[in-house]
């Protein structure tokens, strides 16, 4: 058994010239066929694409100061040394000038004649003023309590950083047509 191939392109011209034999003989039933142009088909798809891509900004914020008053010690405290000297005085004391004695005394009457005795001599006391130590030199301490006073200072609260901010992405959806079905051409038969 044979078989014969035959390609489209030879059925195609064959139905061409079939078709135009039997235009010219008037084609009539189930014999003819006519030429049908299927257009293409076009849909719409919608697509979502990045308008604007994610960023990330970053803004330094400075550092952040204040004043704040604290004391400070100007002087400290201190002793002042107030020498004081000794103080004297005056003492009077009653002192032996002389101890008892006795001694020989010879004198004359009032008629010339001379005579002798002994006589006893109390003892001889005087007065003596001499200059004393009332109290010792000494040196004695004042103290001074320290000196405050308050100040004022510019201090950090809060140091310089850097902060950053992202800002989303942005999409959009937009359509756009496509190609579904391509046009084709093709034979139906006449009066169908």
Same mark, same amino acid.
């Given at each position: 058994?044979?078989?014969?191939?035959?390609?489209?392109?030879?059925?195609?011209?064959?139905?061409?010239?079939?078709?135009?034999?039997?235009?010219?003989?008037?084609?009539?039933?189930?014999?003819?066929?006519?030429?049908?142009?299927?257009?293409?088909?076009?849909?719409?798809?919608?697509?979502?694409?990045?308008?604007?891509?994610?960023?990330?900004?970053?803004?330094?914020?400075?550092?952040?100061?204040?004043?704040?008053?604290?004391?400070?010690?100007?002087?400290?405290?201190?002793?002042?040394?107030?020498?004081?000297?000794?103080?004297?005085?005056?003492?009077?004391?009653?002192?032996?000038?002389?101890?008892?004695?006795?001694?020989?005394?010879?004198?004359?009457?009032?008629?010339?004649?001379?005579?002798?005795?002994?006589?006893?001599?109390?003892?001889?006391?005087?007065?003596?003023?001499?200059?004393?130590?009332?109290?010792?030199?000494?040196?004695?301490?004042? !103290?001074? *309590? =320290? #000196? &405050?006073?308050? @100040? +004022? $200072?510019? /201090?950090? %609260?809060?140091?310089?950083?850097?902060?950053?901010? !992202?800002? *989303? =992405? #942005? &999409?959009?959806? @937009? +359509? $756009?047509? /496509?190609? %579904?079905?391509?046009?084709?051409?093709?034979?139906?038969?006449?009066?169908?």
């Amino acid at each position: 058994m044979l078989r014969k191939v035959i390609s489209a392109s030879t059925f195609t011209a064959a139905l061409l010239l079939g078709a135009q034999g039997a235009q010219a003989g008037g084609c009539r039933g189930s014999a003819c066929y006519n030429l049908v142009d299927a257009p293409p088909v076009y849909g719409s798809i919608s697509e979502t694409f990045v308008a604007r891509p994610e960023q990330t900004q970053a803004r330094v914020v400075p550092a952040e100061y204040d004043y704040v008053t604290e004391n400070v010690m100007i002087q400290p405290a201190r002793q002042i040394p107030h020498h004081r000297a000794a103080q004297y005085g005056s003492v009077t004391e009653k002192v032996l000038i002389s101890g008892p004695t006795r001694r020989w005394e010879v004198t004359r009457d009032a008629y010339g004649n001379t005579s002798g005795c002994w006589v006893d001599v109390p003892a001889q006391y005087g007065y003596q003023s001499r200059r004393v130590e009332i109290s010792a030199a000494f040196v004695e301490y004042e !103290t001074l *309590p =320290a #000196v &405050y006073t308050q @100040r +004022q $200072r510019k /201090v950090m %609260v809060r140091p310089t950083y850097v902060e950053h901010h !992202t800002i *989303p =992405a #942005v &999409y959009e959806t @937009r +359509q $756009r047509q /496509v190609l %579904v079905k391509q046009g084709s051409q093709y034979w139906a038969r006449a009066g169908y």
